[in-house]
């Protein structure tokens, strides 16, 4: 198993915070965004990492040296076209990851329990389907209208079959928390979306839907936060409560 985590966009929308930086590399709670990140991933098992760069990219390598002679592997991808929408980085990485190879793919940007990361690992996806991890609180997301909204319908256990992605959608039951299990099919879906002028990560996943492949893992009460806004960085409340929750189940 692989991560690969996408980290070329600019972060516009905090750009009084990270001052030029590339975002992941911000501290929250006292630790690097991609610091935790990294912590999580190896922490269930996974050493392999793709790192996705664009904006800035070398200092996001100079940054992330610390790595280097570690048990974390990591290799990076520079997407050229890092301006775009963030499909095009995610079908970068299709240059190191092998047919045969499942992986995880997570935002560099998203904080998240370790509980919500082990639960997409240990859940099954066929080779021809993929998966993303659901929220179903959807009262308690902070920034609601910024969210990726899903339409979904119980299929199995806590898998649900995905109908429709969309933000603007006015009818929801569940929101995308921004952590996938994919198969390397799913960048034939991003190189057809591509290829049509629809370059986002939503529509290869409505390609999916389209088809029947997409499912949603109902991460329950795991706790995630997409620190994009400033105003995210001020939910002290969450942030805390997933860090606190993660100390209590690391066993290193």
């Not at 972060?11 to 975002?23: A, D, T, Y």
């Not at 190191?96 to 639960?119: G, P, Y």
Request: aromatic letters at 8%.
């Amino acid at each position: 198993m692989k991560a690969v985590i996408i980290a070329a966009g600019c972060g516009s929308r905090l750009k009084n915070e990270h001052q030029g930086i590339p975002k992941t590399l911000m501290k929250i709670n006292g630790k690097r965004i991609i610091d935790d990140i990294i912590d999580k991933v190896h922490a269930c098992g996974i050493s392999e990492l793709i790192i996705v760069t664009g904006f800035e990219d070398k200092l996001l390598e100079e940054g992330l040296r610390n790595y280097e002679n570690s048990m974390i592997n990591i290799q990076f991808v520079h997407n050229p076209d890092w301006e775009k929408a963030n499909g095009i980085s995610v079908f970068a990485a299709h240059q190191i990851i092998e047919v045969k190879d499942q992986f995880i793919l997570l935002m560099s940007d998203h904080i998240f329990s370790r509980k919500m990361l082990q639960m997409m690992i240990d859940t099954d996806v066929p080779a021809d389907e993929a998966l993303l991890a659901i929220d179903f609180k959807i009262t308690s997301i902070p920034d609601l209208d910024d969210g990726m909204k899903v339409v979904c319908k119980k299929d199995k256990n806590k898998v649900y079959q995905i109908t429709e992605f969309g933000k603007q959608l006015n009818e929801f039951n569940a929101i995308d928390a921004g952590m996938f299990k994919l198969n390397y099919s799913f960048f034939d879906a991003l190189a057809d979306s591509i290829e049509n002028d629809r370059t986002s990560l939503s529509d290869a996943c409505n390609v999916f839907s389209a088809k029947g492949k997409m499912k949603g893992l109902d991460i329950g009460d795991s706790l995630w936060l997409d620190v994009d806004t400033p105003e995210m960085i001020g939910q002290t409340n969450i942030l805390a409560k997933i860090f606190d929750r993660d100390l209590d189940s690391l066993k290193f």
